[in-house]
């Protein structure tokens, strides 16, 4: 059972972000939760293959089920 997501972000100063969120439930849900965030909240750039905040803050590098 997951008890917490958290978002790995990059922020473009270089500093790393490890926002957690409380989040119940199985690994698999914990998964598509953590890939509708990134949908939401970042635009991926073919170009440079990477994902890019909407917010204009950095990118975002993945989550952590925990």
């Not at 957690?20 to 509708?36: N, R």
């Not at 965030?37 to 590098?61: C, K, P, S």
């Amino acid at each position: 059972m997951v008890k917490e997501i958290v978002l790995i972000i990059l922020l473009f100063n270089g500093e790393l972000s490890l926002p957690s969120f409380p989040f119940e439930g199985t690994v698999h849900e914990c998964f598509a939760y953590g890939d509708k965030l990134r949908i939401e909240h970042a635009t991926y750039n073919e170009e440079r293959n990477v994902w890019f905040l909407n917010d204009g803050m950095g990118t975002w590098q993945g989550f952590i089920c925990q």
